[in-house]
């Protein structure tokens, strides 16, 4: 019980920090008003491995070695969903199969986008044009991201 409250309110906390970050962001277009985002050192970790990844003789293997480290490190930040959401998930008191299914719905989240913008790049966008969307979109991310906080707290007080 105290856990659940204790993540409750991380994700009430999370919530108003995204939607700070939305408000704060569109009024200043300044990243570094941003709280809820990567340490620095993580990133500059992360940058590090894909400069490194670059060099390998397989791109396959390169990039699966890329994306775990980078996996990896960025669960700071998506560990912010996924926690909440494996706690639903768990206390869902569904079926393994249900369970997994919902798991996998989750991942795919995460995976589509990275898909998409692959394919686009792939097919000649740039990768300024791509970073240029994504820093025109970032109060609409962020309030985004304050809602699902939101959907997840709901969720769990639905099914308590």
Request: hydrophobic letters at 60%; aromatic letters at 6%.
């Amino acid at each position: 019980m105290a856990a659940e409250r204790a993540l409750l309110a991380l994700l009430a906390i999370f919530a108003c920090l995204s939607f700070r970050d939305a408000w704060r962001f569109k009024r200043t277009r300044n990243p570094d008003d941003i709280i809820l985002r990567l340490p620095g050192a993580l990133r500059d970790r992360i940058r590090g491995i894909v400069k490194r990844g670059i060099g390998f003789r397989s791109v396959a293997l390169g990039g699966a070695a890329v994306g775990a480290a980078a996996t990896a490190l960025e669960s700071a930040c998506t560990g912010q969903v996924l926690v909440p959401t494996l706690a639903l998930i768990i206390r869902g008191g569904r079926s393994v199969r249900h369970e997994l299914s919902l798991l996998m719905a989750y991942n795919a989240m995460f995976v589509v986008p990275l898909v998409i913008a692959f394919v686009l790049v792939h097919g000649g966008l740039r990768a300024e044009a791509l970073a240029r969307w994504s820093r025109n979109n970032v109060a609409l991310s962020k309030t985004l991201l304050g809602i699902l906080f939101l959907a997840l707290a709901a969720a769990m007080l639905a099914l308590r």
